[in-house]
């Protein structure tokens, strides 16, 4: 099988005052993990994002559009002072990142307050984050699902698989230690490979049953122990739709929080023309077709699934632009009009 070369990762250039401020953030961000103490007070001066049942905050816009609210700890406190808690609950927030000012930012699961006090206090909704993912910005939905992904691993990661004893974690919440066997638990991402699958004019896109009706998206799949990304996805084409794939390109990669957290590591795959019947096998797909570049386009012009007087989806459409599935398709599109 013949492999094309990898594409080199492709940092945006940036003009020295930039690149220190981002060297700074990352320095700082590194001793508020490092040091409980510098964290806390980090803490009374930052700023928060609110879940609910993981389910992240979301404020309307003046445009009828949604945006990630970020409040000031002194308001999250008054708003647990109106609502009888105790400020010490604001403790048990995870930090999530810092601003270019050097501002820590954290999240904070407030699922044992009442959820409609919280959002009439925060004139706010508590949205599911599949939902959130075709609300927001682009810009703002990598933080607001690195924020939930912290929160799922501390409720998943209480106690020590080889003890079963309580772990604790440090006041950034960036690890988790039982104290009983010295074991040090740090949050993980599953290695996933999603792929586009081309035979030189048209593309291969699937869906699963649990898509939303008309989306289809590129193949994806887990990483199995001890493969590498080009072995996973040589063998995740073949398994799901019956295709030996010639040659592949890496094209860049995205936290995912779906279900769990994973590191999507996406490329594009091309098979030859002459063998590109699909063959689909096992219940994980439910179909799986070639599609023309006139169709991608339109798709791709598409800004939320296309509706019928039943509310339904009943068009061919992608995965939103937050998503790396969208930028797959994107990139093969472009492609296809440079060829």
């Known amino acids: 099988m013949r492999w094309i070369r990898a594409l080199p990762i492709k ?17 700082y961000l590194m001793n508020l993990k490092e040091d409980d103490e510098l964290c806390r007070r980090a803490l009374q001066s930052g700023t928060v994002l609110l879940y609910h049942k993981l389910s992240p905050l979301l404020q309307r816009t003046d445009r009828g559009g949604y945006k990630l609210p970020i409040f000031q700890v002194s308001v999250v406190n008054g708003m647990l002072e109106k609502l009888g808690k105790d400020a010490e609950v604001i403790n048990s927030s995870v930090l999530v990142g810092c601003s270019d000012s050097l501002l820590a930012q954290f999240c904070l699961e407030v699922a044992e307050l009442e959820q409609n006090a919280v959002e009439e206090l925060c004139q706010g909704v508590f949205t599911d984050l599949r939902k959130a993912f075709f609300l927001l910005r682009s810009s703002e939905v990598p933080l607001v699902t690195r924020g939930q992904a912290l929160l799922r691993w501390h409720q998943t990661h209480s106690y020590c698989s080889a003890t079963g004893k309580p772990t604790q974690r440090n006041q950034a919440g960036s690890q988790r230690v039982c104290h009983s066997s010295g074991i040090t638990y740090y949050p993980q991402m599953a290695p996933v490979v999603i792929v586009l699958v081309s035979d030189g004019e048209r593309c291969l896109l699937a869906r699963q049953p649990a898509f939303p009706r008309g989306m289809y998206s590129a193949l994806a799949g887990f990483c199995d122990m001890g493969e590498t990304v080009l072995e996973t996805l040589r063998r995740e084409v073949a398994e799901e739709v019956g295709l030996e794939v010639e040659s592949a390109q890496y094209s860049s990669s995205q936290h995912w929080p779906f279900p769990q957290s994973s590191l999507m590591v996406a490329c594009h795959a091309t098979v030859s023309p002459g063998s590109s019947q699909i063959n689909l096998s096992g219940a994980e797909l439910e179909d799986a077709r070639w599609f023309t570049l006139q169709e991608v386009q339109e798709a791709l012009q598409r800004n939320s699934p296309p509706r019928d007087i039943k509310g339904e989806a009943n068009v061919f459409w992608v995965p939103p632009s937050s998503a790396i599935a969208n930028q797959l398709i994107q990139e093969w599109a472009n492609q296809q009009l440079k060829s």
């Open 11 to 27: 940092i945006q250039p940036l003009g020295s005052r930039c690149c220190s401020s981002y060297v700074s953030r990352m320095r």
